[in-house]
Structures are given as structure tokens and as C-alpha cells.
């Protein structure tokens, strides 16, 4: 006899039920990775082809940009698919870590059709230009695929009692794996995740996920290390300067996500919303024909190549002071060839360009992420205000990117590691990352309490 809460276990088919639960969740893991993987390619076409319309079709900017804007904001007729995603998985795990609802659907499940919206409303707000990053689709849509399945056929294939907690988790396991390539940082993700919320069956799912992580990890195959720059090191004589920009990142990360919050509020409740929409819409039209569309993108290839623009510009200075001019001569002419990039990518205008479009892109209720969004964005802050400092300009744009992606994912310690991880690093930039991450992250927090 079962219900919603009690297991009773019969021990002779308690093993062929616990084995046929695993079968049927590897295959839900390679339907939704399969899935995941292919809309990731699919995004990655589309960012692609709107890159060439919006670089070579300028005249036409303020008909299509506003038009596909307004589209993509429509995802809010569908049930849970537009604005917060990290909020509403957030509320998924708070309502199923109470004992009577281990078991339970969340009030946030959602069936076929929503599922579906979240990939195609998210493929119309890339094609306007917004500025969101895919990853908050792939790990929402990994979560939500998973509960759609088990909770549409558990009852046909009889593996009830699955903990509702699990296949959240799994669901961050496939995502963060398809999106980063580390199943070590996807770990401690979901570790800090347990318990920041307080897990009651923490040794139990931690153990899950030890097991589920390297069979995900087989399944996507995605090369680590997607951020490629040389290794870093760290001059402890310069701790005032990073704790001091630590900490303007932290503000930094309040006023985007409070400005953010308040406006999508007021506009989802707003008689007049499609006005305000197509409002935003002309804004960022305005912004992509004024400042240029390569400087408002976001995404890892255009952090790699800010940081090899760089350190191209660092090793031509540094010729020019050893004096090596053959070696300098032949770089330049390179550079006229552009075959040797120094341009550099993180404008003041592209910044705050970038910060606007995250800003009115989520409170317009468009379909996206905001974590890659938050790595661009710290980085080109980190080039910018390293011209106000005595540390090297690729080194603060590291730390850009640990200090708001830290207070955008909710979680200090995976964001040190996580940055360190995909950037390559060695293990001894660990512990000053994990300080810029917890001062940053904090300073958002506490201004939060107050404001």
C-alpha cells in the first residue's frame, strides 16, 4: 500500500522496482540531453544569422528589432515560460523540501505546450537581439522536461516515490554540464545548492547525483575549458584595489537585479504593457544601430576573444618596451591583415549598452538567461576599470566574472570555482576568487536586506 508520502517496500521487488526506476530515468536523461544539445546548436545558428541581419541590414534595425521583441515577449501567455526562471526553480525547490511534499508536483510543473514555448520564445528573443544568454533555458527547460516525464508516467510504468528534489537536481546536473563541460563544478553547484536550501535527504541525493553526474557527463561529450587564456597570477600586494572593485561589483549586481525586479513587476501588471514593450524594443533597436550589435552580444566566444584582444595589445607593448621591433613590426602588419586582433571588445557604451538590454529584456518578460549575460558583462567592467588600477587588465577581467556571476547565480563558492574551472586555471587563483566571489556576492545581499 502506497500514498503521496509512505513508502512500503517489498523486499523481494524492491530491487527490480529500484532498477527499473534507474533504466527509466537514463532514458529520460538522454531525451532531454539529446534535446538540450541540439537546441543549444540550433541557438548558437540563429545568434549567428542575427548577428549578419543587424550588422548588414542597419536600415531595416528599427522595423525588425522592435517587431521579433514584441513577438518574444509573448511567451507570458504560456504558463511559467517567460521572466524568472532561476525564481520559479527556486520556488519548485522550497515547496518540495517539507516531508508530505517529497513526492508532490510543484505548483510550477507545466505540460507540453509550455515546454515547447520555452525553446521557441527563446529563439525569437535571440533573433530580436535581446540580451539573454541561453543557459537559463537549458537548465530550465532540463528541469522541467524531467517532471514533465515522470510525472506524466509514473503511474503507467510504476516508479512512484521518486523524490521531486532529485530530478530538479538532475535536471541542473544535465544543464550546467551542457552549458560549462565540468561535471566537478556542476557538483559543487548542486552540493552548495542542497544546502543552501537545507536538504533533509542530503546524503541520500548527494549520492544520486555522485552516481548520475559522470554517466550526464559520457552523454554530452562538450570539451571543458571554454573560456581559453593564459594562466594567471595574482600580486597579494594589490588586495585593497580587488576587495574594493569586489565590492562595485556587488553593488553593481543589486542595481541590475532590483532595477530588473521592479520593472518586470510594474510592466507584467501595467494596463499599457505592449506599449512599454515596444518601447523597449525601439530602446535596444537604438542601442544595436548606435553602438553595433557585436558590442551588445554576450556569450563565451565573445569573452575569448575580449581576452585574446588583450593580451595581444599587452604582448605589443611589451615588445615595444624590450624593444624588439621585427618581432613588433611583423605583429602590426598581422594586425592590419586582421589576422592579429586587438580590437578591443568592451567599450564603456557596450557595457552599459549590454547592462540596458539584460534590464529591459527580462522586465519585457522575454525567454532567456542572465548567467552568460553576467559573465560578459564582469568582464568587460574588469577591461574598463583596470585602466584606474596597477593590475593587469586580462586579470581584472577574470575576477569581473567570478564578482557578478556570484551574486547572479546564488551561489559564491561554485561561481570561484566554477570561472576557475572553465578558464583554466591553476588551483592556487582558487582561494583570492572565492574572496572576490563571497565580498561581491555579500555586498548584493545585504544592500538587498535594506532596499
Not at 428 to 445: H, K
Request: proline share 2%.
Amino acid at each position: 500500500m502506497e500514498n503521496s508520502s509512505i513508502t512500503t517496500i517489498n523486499p523481494i521487488n524492491s530491487p527490480i522496482k529500484t532498477i527499473k526506476t534507474i533504466v527509466v530515468f537514463i532514458i529520460f536523461i538522454y531525451i532531454v540531453v539529446t534535446m538540450n544539445k541540439n537546441f543549444f546548436h540550433i541557438y548558437e545558428d540563429i545568434l549567428k544569422n542575427t548577428d549578419e541581419i543587424l550588422t548588414n541590414h542597419t536600415k531595416y534595425i528599427y522595423i525588425y528589432v522592435p517587431l521579433v521583441f514584441w513577438f518574444a515577449s509573448k511567451a507570458k501567455y504560456f504558463k511559467y515560460t517567460n521572466g524568472y526562471f532561476e525564481l520559479y526553480i527556486s520556488k519548485m525547490l522550497k515547496s518540495v523540501m517539507d516531508h508530505k511534499h517529497y513526492y508532490s508536483k510543484t505548483q510550477f510543473f507545466h505540460g507540453a505546450l509550455s515546454n515547447i514555448a520555452i525553446y521557441i520564445f527563446s529563439l525569437l528573443a535571440v533573433a530580436s537581439g535581446a540580451g539573454l544568454g541561453d543557459e537559463g533555458v537549458i537548465i530550465y527547460s532540463s528541469i522541467s522536461l524531467l517532471l514533465y516525464f515522470y510525472f506524466k508516467t509514473k503511474d503507467i510504468l510504476g516508479i512512484h516515490n521518486v523524490y521531486t528534489e532529485v530530478i530538479i537536481y538532475l535536471g541542473y546536473a544535465i544543464s550546467f554540464t551542457i552549458i560549462f563541460g565540468s561535471a566537478i563544478t556542476t557538483l559543487f553547484y548542486i552540493l552548495e545548492t542542497m544546502l543552501h536550501y537545507k536538504d533533509a535527504n542530503f546524503f541520500s541525493n548527494f549520492g544520486i547525483m555522485i552516481c548520475a553526474i559522470p554517466f550526464i557527463k559520457f552523454l554530452v561529450k562538450e570539451e571543458e575549458n571554454p573560456i581559453v587564456i593564459d594562466k594567471i597570477t595574482f600580486e597579494y600586494n594589490n588586495i585593497g584595489y580587488i576587495s574594493i572593485f569586489a565590492i562595485l561589483m556587488g553593488i553593481l549586481s543589486f542595481v541590475i537585479l532590483k532595477n530588473t525586479h521592479f520593472l518586470f513587476t510594474f510592466i507584467k501588471n501595467s494596463k499599457f504593457n505592449n506599449l512599454y514593450v515596444i518601447g523597449f524594443g525601439f530602446l535596444l533597436a537604438f542601442m544595436i544601430k548606435q553602438i553595433g550589435f557585436p558590442s551588445m552580444s554576450f556569450g563565451l566566444s565573445e569573452i575569448n576573444e575580449g581576452f585574446q584582444a588583450t593580451i595581444n595589445k599587452q604582448k605589443l607593448k611589451k615588445l615595444e618596451e624590450d624593444k624588439n621591433y621585427s618581432e613588433l613590426n611583423r605583429l602590426k602588419q598581422l594586425e592590419k591583415e586582421g589576422k592579429f586582433d586587438t580590437t578591443d571588445r568592451f567599450s564603456v557604451y557596450g557595457i552599459f549598452g549590454r547592462i540596458i538590454s539584460v534590464i529591459i529584456s527580462i522586465s519585457a518578460g522575454l525567454t532567456g538567461g542572465i548567467l552568460l549575460p553576467a559573465l560578459t558583462i564582469g568582464c568587460g567592467i574588469g577591461s574598463w576599470l583596470s585602466k584606474y588600477t596597477n593590475i593587469d587588465q586580462h586579470k581584472l577581467m577574470f575576477l569581473g566574472m567570478v564578482a557578478l556571476v556570484s551574486s547572479f547565480l546564488n551561489s559564491p563558492f561554485t561561481s570561484a570555482v566554477l570561472i576557475n574551472k572553465i578558464c583554466n586555471q591553476p588551483y592556487d587563483s582558487i582561494p583570492l576568487s572565492i574572496g572576490v566571489s563571497f565580498i561581491s556576492y555579500f555586498t548584493c545581499r545585504f544592500l538587498q536586506s535594506k532596499f
